[in-house]
């Protein structure tokens, strides 16, 4: 196309140009192409090219006939040029995506790095509690006072949950990342399921309120209580366990224009702005943030979300706190349509 | 009592044993789904605890051979999320399941609950636990001694509940069993007589204490511990 707009705009101004004054733009017009091209088509225009040249501008014009020796070597010359340039462009460019290429092998194993490290953190201190733990009483005789050995106890299961947690996590996380999460809708009752989720939540509790606001008439959603359950307890938790104690957590659901939304908002010190954009990211961890988690439980939360062709963001509040708002496209199935039968 | 307990783990095998002998019950350890069947017929227990991910057959065919002759209680234990593997399991006869990892509490309160179904079977019509009285022969149903009227549905669910407590009852069972065979997959029918009956008969219909959920399973009706 180039190739023909400026041949053919050389040959508006054949009077004024000298004919190889068009071999010169032709060639400047195909450096420009070899820039951005793959080699072929480059070759491709460069034989083009050269044979437009000839055909419309080497005297005599309309034939292929070349007159003078000098002709014959300036289309030659023309020709070796063309392919030589367009072939250098393309071995600089294979050069660039090498190099590329390399930068993004060293970024995906400093992300991998930190990953292994926060994974084996997180899994290798609960592990080292209990192994701790039980060496010290299985100690042969009899040194530890009974309540020492039932805080020892204590820590082996407190230790031995959040191990659990983490292979929860983890589980999750490599279903979503193999794209073998299938979705199992079936008639769901929100309020059945945000209580479901907060008895499992209880045992995590450190004197938080959680206060649920429903709608009375909220209808039935056709949603996989399985997955929605594992997003608020993902939700919840990571409230529970990045606010101080005594802190508020809200949880709401409605329904609005045939989604279902539900929002999960603590009075906590909410995200560093410029961070929000990366909370649901894989192993992405706030700058700064106490450990216990494995920057997991959001990622899994978009993803399980996203299964449902909903979407989850977060915000924070103008009075301070986080807000999480999932919304989920559904349908829904209103409790009155079948009460009175 | 006698427990036979079927599972390849030698750990979880032994932790069982200690929880249920210090329990008082006597416990029996096959460890393939073979020697469980023969160890099954040769000495008949009270209860059997089967592991589903067994190494020579899985559990779900060893329930099925066991359901062929055996009438007393079958507990389940899965793997976690793994909730069709346990409906299924259900479905074909067992009576109830547990969790790997699972408390110990839980595991005595599953174990318990079987037991009982499996030997009392005459039918006591009345059940009395908080503030809840039910009495099925009667028809009447009383919370904190004021009388519940209950919609014949509402009744039927309930009755069926009490008949079963203590036990799993999958969506799919209590569909057939109320609505009727043509109803299994309206789910949204069970949903919502669940919450209304919950309204009556709960304290806090949002944190009900009688009927439980068990997600993506179905529900468990428990009026005494």
Known sequence: ?341 | MNILVIDDEGQIRKLLHIILQSNGYEVAEAVTAKDGLIAAATNPPDLILLDLGLPDETGHVVLKKLREWYTGSIVIISVQSNESDIVNALDNGANDYIVKPFRTGELLARVRSALRFSNVQDDEPVFQFNNLYVDLAARLVKKADEIIKLTATEFSLLALFVKNEGKVLTHHYLLNEVWGSGYTNQTQYLRVYIAQLRKKIEEDSNRPVHIITESGVGYRFIMME
């Not at chain 1, 190739?3 to 450096?31: E, H, M």
């Not at chain 1, 088509?41 to 005297?59: H, Q």
């Not at chain 1, 009899?142 to 020892?152: G, T, V």
């Not at chain 1, 959001?298 to 909903?310: M, P």
């Open chain 1, 1 to 341: 196309m180039v190739v023909l707009f400026v041949s053919g705009s050389c040959y508006w101004w054949n009077d004024v140009l000298n004919y190889k004054v068009v071999a010169f733009l032709l060639l400047v017009a195909l450096s420009f192409l070899s820039l951005f091209l793959n080699i072929l088509p480059v070759i491709v225009a460069a034989l083009v090219s050269a044979f437009i040249w000839n055909f419309f501008f080497i005297p005599p014009r309309f034939t292929f006939h070349v007159n003078s020796a000098e002709d014959f070597f300036l289309l030659i010359g023309y020709f070796v040029i063309a392919v030589v340039h367009s072939a250098l462009a393309y071995r600089i460019k294979q050069k660039e995506k090498r190099v590329q290429d390399e930068e993004q092998q060293v970024n995906m194993l400093k992300l991998y790095d930190t990953l292994l490290n926060s994974l084996s953190h997180e899994l290798r201190t609960p592990i080292a509690t209990i192994i701790g733990a039980t060496d010290n009483l299985l100690m042969p005789g009899d040194k530890l006072h009974e309540e020492d050995k039932r805080s020892l106890l204590l820590e082996v299961s407190v230790a031995s949950l959040r191990l659990n947690q983490q292979v929860e996590n983890l589980l999750n996380m490599s279903r979503l990342a193999s794209g073998f999460i299938q979705v199992k809708l079936d008639w769901c009752d929100v309020n059945e399921l945000i209580y479901a989720t907060l008895k499992h939540v209880e045992e995590n509790l450190k004197k938080h309120t959680i206060q649920v606001s429903v709608d009375e008439n909220l209808p039935l959603f056709k949603l996989d209580s399985g997955l929605m359950e594992q997003v608020l307890f993902n939700l919840i938790f990571n409230a529970i366990h990045y606010t101080r104690e005594h802190s508020q957590i809200i949880i709401h659901a409605d329904c609005m224009d045939g989604n279902c939304v539900i929002t999960v908002e603590d009075n906590g010190k909410g995200f560093p702005p410029e961070e929000i954009e990366k909370v649901f990211d894989k192993f992405y961890r706030l700058r700064y943030s106490k450990t216990g988690g494995t920057g997991l439980g959001l990622s899994i939360a978009k993803g399980f979300v996203e299964a449902h062709h909903g979407t989850i963001h977060l915000q924070n509040k103008i009075t301070g706190g986080a807000k999480f708002t999932i919304k989920i496209p559904t349908e829904t199935s209103y409790l009155n349509e079948i009460k009175n039968e």
